[in-house]
């Protein structure tokens, strides 16, 4: 696709809720990476993947969250068990390969979360 | 500690006249490159300026100029005659190579373009 795609836009669950929210990154980017935004706060890192290897889960806040992306395309951010601490704006981003410095990150719009 | 420091939550300018944004970061990596993006209130992510760790020159593009002092680890952004569309908030990041591919982000800053 032109850009990357993250659905929904908007996720409304109740606390206890298992959410799966989807990313689409540019087509041929290897890296994929999952941030978390809290309002007026920076991109907090989760995780991020080469191809579908996931190379760091270290910021995934607890085993709640996990992430996969089978096919090192599409990739999903699964919460289960929701808790209203979870509501935020999560964000996906690619970049071409992965491995140089010079690569930036091109985001989705992200989706935001809300957990009643 | 923190990887990348953004000290000013909060920032004035008078329109038409220059700013800086203040970056300061953390790495024992030897190759990495710095970033800076816009977030306006809209929400998207907007790719600004680039440095590069080996770079000899400061980053420059338009009105955006990237005062880098490596000594210092500090990667601050310049902008010059400020337009009211400037206002947003402003991150700084830095990717290490070396040491995971890791993206860090600082924590923003929030620009006011005054009229």
């Known amino acids: 696709g032109a850009g990357v795609s993250q659905s929904p836009r908007y996720k409304v669950t109740k606390r206890g809720q298992d959410v799966a929210l989807r990313c689409d990154p540019i087509s041929g980017h290897v890296s994929l990476y999952w941030y978390r935004q809290a309002l007026g706060q920076g991109p907090e890192f989760l995780t991020y993947?080469?191809?579908?290897?996931?190379?760091?889960k270290s910021g995934l806040p607890n085993d709640r969250f996990s992430a996969e992306r089978p096919e090192g395309s599409i990739s999903t951010l699964t919460i289960q068990r929701t808790e209203q601490r979870d509501s935020a704006m999560y964000r996906c981003?690619?970049?071409?390969?992965?491995?140089?410095?010079?690569?930036?990150?091109?985001f989705g719009s992200g989706t935001q979360l809300s957990v009643l | 500690a923190q990887k990348i420091t953004q000290t000013q939550p909060g920032m004035f300018v008078q329109e038409k006249e220059a700013v800086t944004l203040d970056c300061t970061y953390d790495?024992?990596?030897?190759?990495?490159?710095l970033f800076w993006y816009k977030q306006p209130s809209s929400g998207e992510m907007i790719f600004l300026i680039y440095q590069g760790s080996y770079d000899q020159q400061n980053a420059t593009e338009g009105r955006y100029s990237l005062n880098f002092q490596k000594a210092r680890k500090s990667a601050n952004l310049v902008i010059s005659a400020s337009q009211l569309g400037d206002s947003a908030m402003y991150f700084c990041?830095?990717?290490?190579?070396?040491?995971?591919?890791?993206?860090?982000f600082g924590t923003g800053t929030s620009l006011t373009v005054i009229p």
């Open positions: 993947f080469n191809y579908e290897a996931q190379q760091d």
């Open positions: 990041a830095m990717r290490e190579v070396n040491t995971g591919n890791q993206f860090y």
């Open positions: 981003a690619s970049s071409p390969r992965g491995g140089s410095t010079n690569e930036k990150l091109f």
């Open positions: 790495t024992s990596d030897p190759s990495y490159g």
